[in-house]
């Protein structure tokens, strides 16, 4: 493998200037579980200069105000996995994070690496989107916040310039009453999913979805919503009708690749089955049951 320079600057403005010098030959890592595997590998270009975040420890928080969260760009997804705020309000995020990888990958990396990873399959991005995520962004001309559908570009490509970096993501309030996470892969540990499904829903009293969010992962060249599905559940009571309707929704919104580690027939099947899923038990944690 081609050598490069390493280091950890002290500060975010640093780390800034530091991208800039390098011009787009420079390379950043949180936790480095994604980047240099991919190196290791040789599916990412080895860079001249890696500049880890390590020593931004002020970048480590998840602040809960007001029913808002904000979680900074070195929180590990074990400390995502654990929050006991985003077990309770933001479950899908919390499972999303726990079928990430092993334990030590969990240590270690973070969930803004996942999200910057811009995996189609990354399993915490797909749950960001169910949740209205915003990711905050900083770089030499300021910092700005966009919806994290936005983000994405294509398989393993952000709107992020070379000389950005994510420093937060943000769960705005809103009061989920039941979310879920629900994966297939080809085992249970340290593999990517074959596919995925994230829903959201807020339920009145009387069991009637107000708002819902359905997100796909490894459906797509990003991760992606399913309006069809969204539009159909709101403003009814979950039932086995509307859940064939969800179903029927999600696949034909797919547009999967075949891999080794699924067909794209497979992997369409799959989106209708789990996002019904994932509707089932994020309206049951609704009701309480
Ligand atoms: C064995 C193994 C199993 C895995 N299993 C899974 C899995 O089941 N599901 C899954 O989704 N992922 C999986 N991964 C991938 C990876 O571990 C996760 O995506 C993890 O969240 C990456 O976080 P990190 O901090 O280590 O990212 P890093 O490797 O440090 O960075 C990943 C990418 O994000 C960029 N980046 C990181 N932080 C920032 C920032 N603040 N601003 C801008 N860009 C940034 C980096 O430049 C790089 O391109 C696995 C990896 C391995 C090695």
New binding site residues.
Partial sequence: MKTFEYTAPDSLDEAIALLAKHGGKA???????????RMKIGEAEVPDCIVS?SKLHDLAYINVADGAVAIG?LTS?ANIERHDTIREHCTVLAEAAA????PQ?RN???????V??A?P????AVALLALDARVKIAGSDGEKQIDIGDFYTGPRESC?EAT????EIALPAKEWSGSSYQRTGLRRA????VASAAVALIVNADGEISAARVALGAMAPTPIRVPAAEEALTGQVVGEQLLAKVAAAASAAAQPISDIRGSAEYRKDLAGVLARRAVGTAYKRSRGS
């Fill in positions: 390379a950043l890592i949180a936790g480095a579980t994604d980047m240099m595997q975040l760009a997804l079928s990430i990888g092993s990958i270690r990396g973070t969930l803004v690496g996942n910057c990873s995996s399959a990354a399993d915490a992020l950005q970096i994510v420093t340290m593999d990517c999913c």
